[in-house]
């Protein structure tokens, strides 16, 4: 699994410099090759007379992979394979690093120009020609092979390979390399382009910036507003969003981290550089006035009688008084609340007719904004009538927590709810079926005589 992560995020790496990178040598080439017990003289010398070698395709193999030069006779008999070939190159100041792609099964070494460039698990003494552990090929991985431009020449250059098995008794054994040049990148990111732009705006909590290519290194630290870093991120690539704290009214600076960690993909990576430590200024202002989110009882509502109303605003509000409202053209008895939030208004319980709610011109609600905005509701109204009757209310379920109650067949106090069937009517048969989940418990017959304008008439019998 850990090779295999290696795998994907090197093929991400490698999908991020497309167009910036040049194949030198490909997987699956041809090479020369000598199954060894004994090294060949000066084997990696770019002179080195190979051509009585035989040539054969990567990969080199046996137990393992597909394609390839298989190595039947490796088994008990040599344990480290020798491979030579030569690639072209031009203008190689181009190049930032090269990525050495390797197939590999159990350890490596390679040398171009006679210059050792990486390797993985090579003998631990000049005299082994045995892996130092194991590694099971299957995936190829990326080695990163620095300055290029000390061992690589324009024109012909020679690579050199030396695949290592960990012991003669293997079960497999396997060798392929590709071989990718990265280009340089000079070029660092730069911000082209962010919103919402400085000016005036109501509300300030999303930032999101376009940056001239790729970036990573963002974790939310990168900007501030008003000194406060962010409170989430979002985005990939080019274009990340930046979530804060609703900045709070008057004027808000946006700015940049000093020691963020943006940067580009490049190998090395360039860092972003801001032109400025400031990227915007805004003034955040209110200037939307406060209104009512609800208001009980809901206007146009006909009650039996009213002497009271609970009001909601959709922001805090500064005050609200007596002498703020009008119930019937008078001033309530008392108002009492607070913020957005309920404030209650009590006035003479009015028995009968109609009752108007209004606001006289020269109240004094506004909302808290530096430059306060006042409110501007407009009334309403209700109607009285003592003999209102509201319509029937149908109770269906009754739901309950069994803890210490009815148990079922195998003694468990499972939770149970009651369903009701009503007849809108005054006197009515209750169809009660008691459940338990999963299984029904029992299911009964009331008979009872229900009356909501006398209490006292309300009567029910037992089980029938």
Same mark, same amino acid.
């Not at 020609?129 to 080695?143: K, W, Y």
């Not at 509701?377 to 009757?389: E, F, I, L």
């Given at each position: 699994?850990? *090779?295999?992560?290696?795998?994907?995020?090197?093929?991400?790496?490698?999908?991020?410099?497309?167009?910036?990178?040049?194949?030198?040598?490909?997987?699956?080439?041809?090479?020369?090759?000598?199954?060894?017990?004994?090294?060949?003289?000066?084997?990696?010398?770019?002179?080195?007379?190979?051509?009585?070698?035989?040539?054969?395709? /990567?990969?080199?193999?046996?137990?393992?992979?597909?394609?390839?030069?298989?190595? /039947?006779?490796?088994?008990?008999?040599?344990?480290?394979?020798?491979? @030579?070939?030569?690639?072209?190159?031009?203008?190689?100041?181009?190049?930032?690093?090269?990525?050495?792609?390797?197939?590999?099964?159990?350890?490596?070494?390679?040398?171009?120009?006679?210059?050792?460039?990486?390797?993985?698990?090579?003998?631990?003494?000049?005299?082994?020609?045995? /892996?130092?552990?194991?590694? %099971?090929?299957?995936?190829?991985?990326?080695?990163?092979?620095?300055?290029? $431009?000390?061992?690589?020449?324009?024109?012909?250059?020679?690579?050199?390979?030396?695949?290592?098995?960990?012991?003669?008794?293997? =079960?497999?054994?396997?060798?392929?390399? %590709?071989?990718? $040049?990265?280009?340089?990148?000079?070029?660092?990111? =730069?911000?082209?382009?962010?919103?919402?732009?400085?000016?005036?705006?109501?509300?300030?909590?999303?930032?999101?910036?376009?940056?001239?290519?790729?970036?990573?290194?963002?974790?939310?630290?990168?900007?501030?507003?008003?000194?406060?870093?962010?409170?989430?991120?979002?985005?990939?690539?080019?274009?990340?969003?930046?979530?804060?704290?609703?900045?709070?009214?008057?004027?808000?600076?946006?700015?940049? %981290?000093?020691?963020?960690?943006?940067? #580009?993909?490049?190998?090395?990576?360039?860092?972003?550089?801001?032109?400025?430590?400031?990227?915007?200024?805004?003034?955040?202002?209110?200037?939307?006035?406060?209104?009512?989110?609800?208001?009980?009882?809901?206007?146009?509502?006909?009650? @039996?009688?009213?002497?009271?109303?609970?009001?909601?605003?959709?922001?805090?509000?500064?005050?609200?008084?007596?002498?703020?409202?009008?119930?019937?053209?008078?001033?309530?008895?008392?108002?009492? $609340?607070?913020?957005?939030?309920?404030?209650?208004?009590?006035?003479?319980?009015?028995?009968?007719?109609?009752?108007?709610?209004?606001?006289?011109?020269? *109240?004094?609600?506004?909302?808290?904004?530096?430059?306060?905005?006042?409110?501007?509701?407009?009334?309403?109204?209700?109607?009285?009538?003592?003999?209102?009757?509201?319509?029937?209310?149908?109770?269906? %379920?009754?739901? /309950?927590?069994?803890?210490?109650?009815?148990? #079922?067949?195998?003694?468990?106090?499972?939770?149970?709810?009651?369903?009701?069937?009503?007849? *809108? =009517?005054?006197?009515?048969?209750?169809?009660?079926?008691?459940?338990?989940?999963?299984?029904?418990?029992?299911?009964?017959?009331?008979?009872?005589?229900?009356?909501?304008?006398?209490?006292?008439?309300?009567?029910?019998?037992?089980?029938?």
């Amino acid at each position: 699994m850990r *090779h295999r992560l290696f795998l994907l995020m090197s093929v991400a790496l490698l999908g991020q410099a497309l167009g910036q990178a040049e194949v030198l040598l490909k997987r699956g080439s041809d090479w020369r090759y000598l199954k060894g017990s004994q090294t060949p003289g000066d084997w990696r010398a770019a002179d080195f007379d190979d051509s009585a070698w035989p040539s054969g395709a /990567a990969p080199f193999r046996y137990g393992d992979g597909q394609g390839g030069t298989v190595l /039947a006779d490796m088994p008990r008999r040599y344990s480290t394979v020798y491979l @030579r070939r030569t690639f072209e190159a031009r203008n190689v100041g181009r190049f930032s690093v090269l990525d050495l792609l390797v197939n590999f099964d159990d350890g490596f070494l390679v040398w171009i120009n006679g210059k050792l460039v990486t390797g993985a698990n090579p003998p631990r003494s000049a005299a082994s020609q045995l /892996a130092s552990g194991t590694h %099971e090929s299957g995936q190829f991985e990326r080695f990163e092979i620095r300055d290029p $431009g000390f061992f690589l020449k324009n024109g012909t250059n020679t690579i050199v390979v030396q695949g290592f098995n960990l012991s003669l008794t293997s =079960s497999d054994f396997l060798i392929d390399v %590709e071989m990718v $040049g990265i280009l340089k990148d000079a070029l660092p990111p =730069s911000l082209v382009d962010f919103s919402p732009k400085p000016g005036q705006l109501d509300q300030l909590n999303r930032v999101t910036l376009q940056f001239s290519e790729p970036v990573r290194g963002i974790d939310g630290s990168e900007l501030r507003l008003n000194g406060e870093p962010s409170i989430a991120i979002d985005g990939e690539g080019a274009e990340w969003t930046f979530q804060f704290e609703d900045a709070d009214y008057g004027e808000v600076v946006l700015t940049w %981290e000093a020691d963020h960690g943006i940067e #580009d993909f490049g190998r090395p990576a360039n860092a972003f550089v801001p032109t400025s430590a400031e990227l915007g200024r805004y003034r955040v202002v209110d200037d939307v006035p406060p209104i009512l989110s609800e208001i009980v009882p809901p206007p146009g509502a006909t009650v @039996r009688g009213l002497k009271r109303l609970r009001l909601f605003f959709d922001e805090p509000i500064n005050d609200l008084r007596v002498e703020d409202i009008r119930i019937n053209g008078q001033a309530p008895k008392s108002v009492t $609340g607070f913020s957005a939030g309920p404030w209650e208004v009590v006035f003479e319980k009015i028995s009968t007719g109609k009752v108007n709610v209004a606001w006289p011109g020269a *109240h004094g609600i506004t909302d808290r904004a530096a430059k306060p905005n006042a409110f501007a509701g407009s009334g309403w109204s209700y109607t009285v009538n003592p003999n209102h009757w509201p319509g029937s209310v149908v109770i269906n %379920e009754f739901v /309950a927590t069994n803890q210490t109650g009815l148990r #079922d067949e195998d003694g468990q106090a499972i939770d149970w709810f009651f369903s009701m069937l009503f007849m *809108h =009517s005054r006197a009515c048969d209750y169809r009660l079926l008691l459940y338990s989940r999963p299984r029904t418990l029992s299911y009964t017959n009331l008979r009872a005589t229900f009356s909501s304008r006398d209490p006292s008439r309300n009567t029910s019998s037992k089980p029938l």
